[in-house]
């Protein structure tokens, strides 16, 4: 039986959930084995492309980045880390945001920061006149 490239990613997934280092790779290598047994190889940049899916649907998202206009404390970030739970997090300082925080989930940007508001103010004020 062929298993779709979703398939086999969320196999991917699961093997690898909660595994770091040398279990990690162990997981992946097998992984990878499996697909060579099976003649589907070839199917692993497919397969690559349908994890970003899979996490979606298990973590809500892939990777998060903040970028915030001071630096955020040690609590503040764990926090965030709890909340995007398996998803990449990075955090970067930018002093021009003024105030505030913008976010980004995968593709989704939410910005919260003085300079983004004042910028939705302005289009708001040139679409009205």
Known sequence: MKLSAKQLATA?????????????????????????????LGRLNEIIRA???????RFGAASVSVESAAPLS???KAAVG?????????????????????IRLDDRIIDNTLSGRAERLRQTLLETT
């Open 12 to 40: 991917l997934v699961n093997a690898t959930e909660g595994k770091q280092g040398a279990d990690l790779a162990e997981a992946t290598s097998g992984f990878v084995r499996l697909l060579a047994e099976r003649g589907d």
């Open 74 to 76: 040690e609590k503040l």
């Open 82 to 102: 709890k909340l995007a739970n398996g998803a990449d997090v990075s955090f970067s300082v930018n002093p021009a945001l003024v105030a505030g925080a913008r």
């Open 51 to 57: 994890v970003d899916a899979v996490w979606r649907e």
